[in-house]
Each structure stands twice: as structure tokens, then as C-alpha cells.
């Protein structure tokens, strides 16, 4: 089956500090990936997807990389801002099957001025 | 302009209860969601729907039947509410069977049963 697994949180940082939030998965097919992010009291938005080996995506200074070697999509970000605290969540998505994309459990990044 | 849109955001209620949630989306998309959000923010599937069609109906207690009246509406009614159904709930939309279209949220729903 299909699986996604992020490193738990919370993940606590000072504004300006450089952010890593690992993401691994398994997937029985060809995946996309995604990362969203949850800002308190609001659903779930796409922040950047990668749909092939190697793509990079990246969106309001977040980057993260498909690397199908390590079956990894880790996000970053050189300079975290307050605005920025909100939990994130890492999914893949395979073509066919049941149209379920897969979530990971989250990690709850909280900014510090 | 809102792209998912569900109604309530909030609703709070008692024990035994039956409540409604709606959903709407104005994208065209013809697959939706119903998702169970929990207090650590795991995210459970429950339902899925394709051009009406019920496709996914994980293991969720038959308290719950989702009803798609056309493909821009997915509503949620609960029978006989229990505390253990007290979470966010969250309705999604995704345009067709391609893996690298994202889904798109609504703001949630907030359960709390008293």
C-alpha cells in the first residue's frame, strides 16, 4: 500500500532560522507529491508539488525536491518567518486505484520572534 | 468567489443528536472528499465521490451517509451524535483521475457534542 511519513512535531525555530521538515513515503505506482499547509482555524491549501523524479517545487520560499532514490520529498526554507507557524502536511498521490490521496500525520511548526 | 465552501463552521450540539453538514465547490471539479480531522491533526478519509458516485467508503460507522445531490455538492448528515464524533470535518475537492491534480479544502467544520 500507499504511506507517508513526516517527522513529528512540533518543530519550534526562531524567525530567520532555516527549516528542514523531513518526508518520506512508499507507494505502489509512480506517485505526485505534495506538501500542504493548515493555518490555525482554516482548512488545508497546497504549497508546492512535484510530479515527476528530480522536479523541484517551490512557492513563497519553500522548496522541496522529489528524490526517488531515497523516496523523499523534505521541505525547506532558509529564513522562517512568524507568519509561517502553521501545521504542515507532506501526501502523494498515485494515477488509478481509489483517487485517495495519502497524508501524512502532519508536523506543527511554531515561529519565535 | 470561495472555491470549497462548507456550512456550518461551527456547530455545537448534544449527545443523540442528528445535524447536517453542506458543501459546495464552485471549481468544476467532479471528485470530493469528506475528511475526520482529530485533535493531533491526523486526517482521516471518509468518504469519496465521482460524478455522484460513492467510490470510497472507509470505515466509518453507518451513523454517517453522505448524499451528492449533482457534482458540486457533497453533504454530510450524522445520525444519533456521539462525543466521539467531536472533530473538524473537512470537505475537498479534485478535478479528475490524474494523481498530480491537488485537492482543494474547505475551511472546515468545528463538531462539538456536548
Known amino acids: 500500500g500507499n504511506s507517508v511519513t513526516q517527522m513529528e512535531g512540533p518543530v519550534t525555530l526562531s524567525e530567520e532560522a532555516f527549516l528542514t521538515i523531513n518526508c518520506t513515503y512508499t507507494?505502489?505506482?509512480?506517485?505526485?507529491l505534495f506538501w500542504y499547509v493548515q493555518y490555525p482555524g482554516e482548512g488545508l491549501q497546497l504549497l508546492l508539488k512535484?510530479?515527476?523524479?528530480?522536479d523541484k517545487g517551490s512557492n513563497k520560499g519553500f522548496e522541496a525536491t522529489y528524490r526517488k532514490e531515497t523516496t523523499s520529498f523534505h521541505l525547506e526554507k532558509g529564513s522562517v518567518q512568524v507568519s509561517d507557524s502553521a501545521v504542515y502536511f507532506c501526501?502523494?498521490?498515485?494515477?488509478?486505484?481509489?483517487?485517495?490521496?495519502?497524508f501524512g500525520r502532519g508536523t506543527s511548526l511554531i515561529v519565535h520572534p | 468567489d470561495t472555491a470549497v465552501s462548507q456550512t456550518p463552521k461551527y456547530l455545537v450540539t448534544q449527545m443523540g443528536n442528528d445535524k447536517s453538514i453542506k458543501c459546495e465547490q464552485n471549481?468544476?471539479?467532479?471528485?470530493m472528499y469528506w475528511y475526520k480531522q482529530d485533535s493531533k491533526k491526523f486526517l482521516k478519509i471518509m468518504f469519496s465521490?465521482?460524478?455522484?458516485?460513492?467510490?470510497i467508503n472507509e470505515t466509518v460507522p453507518n451513523r454517517f451517509s453522505p448524499k451528492s445531490p449533482d457534482k458540486a455538492h457533497l453533504n454530510l448528515h450524522i445520525n444519533s451524535l456521539e462525543l466521539g464524533d467531536s472533530a473538524v470535518y473537512f470537505c475537498?475537492?479534485?478535478?479528475?483521475?490524474?494523481?498530480?491534480?491537488?485537492?482543494?479544502f474547505g475551511d472546515g467544520t468545528r463538531l462539538s457534542i456536548l
Open positions: 475537498a475537492s479534485r478535478q479528475g483521475q490524474s494523481s498530480n491534480q491537488p485537492q482543494h
Open positions: 507507494a505502489t505506482g509512480y506517485p505526485s
Open positions: 512535484a510530479t515527476k523524479a528530480d
Open positions: 501526501a502523494l498521490s498515485v494515477s488509478g486505484g481509489s483517487y485517495i490521496p495519502t
Open positions: 471549481l468544476g471539479h467532479d471528485t
Open positions: 465521490y465521482n460524478n455522484k458516485e460513492l467510490i
